[in-house]
Nanobody, 126 residues
Framework: VQLQASGGGLVPAGGSLRLSCAAS????????VGWFRQAPGKEREFVAT???????????YYADSVKGRFTISRDNVENMVYLQMNSLKPDDTAVYYC?????????????????WGQGTLVTVSS
């Protein structure tokens, strides 16, 4: 599967952005998809993940730092995953990456994702 992230930009603190992750492939629904971010000088960190929807109910999981502000969703017909980001803070400034995996390991670990899109830069001004 190939992924392409988009939707980043410059937004003032308290604002909103919606990131999009477009995927290729007819079996996209069989992948867990996650969003990760990397701020300058920091390691890549987990943001949110949404489970595959091949046979079970879709579930989501968020980092504590974004819980209640960010919402991850997917549209398997359009092969898209979205990250709606509200109440943005300067600390949310980072390059955001979407990733996909068929593994059944921890969905919050970047090591368990095999497919990555290019990043999209989100800058939140104070």
């Amino acid at each position: 599967v190939q992924l392409q992230a988009s939707g980043g930009g410059l937004v003032p603190a308290g604002g909103s952005l919606r990131l999009s992750c477009a995927a290729s492939g007819r079996t996209f629904s069989m992948y867990d998809v996650g969003w990760f971010r990397q701020a300058p000088g920091k390691e890549r960190e987990f943001v949110a993940t949404i489970s595959r929807s091949d046979w079970s109910e879709v579930s989501t999981y968020y980092a504590d730092s974004v819980k209640g502000r960010f919402t991850i969703s997917r549209d398997n017909v359009e092969n898209m995953v979205y990250l709606q980001m509200n109440s943005l803070k300067p600390d949310d400034t980072a390059v955001y990456y979407c990733a996909a995996t068929k593994r059944y390991d921890s969905s919050s670990s970047s090591n368990n994702y095999d497919y990555w899109g290019q990043g999209t830069l989100v800058t939140v001004s104070s």
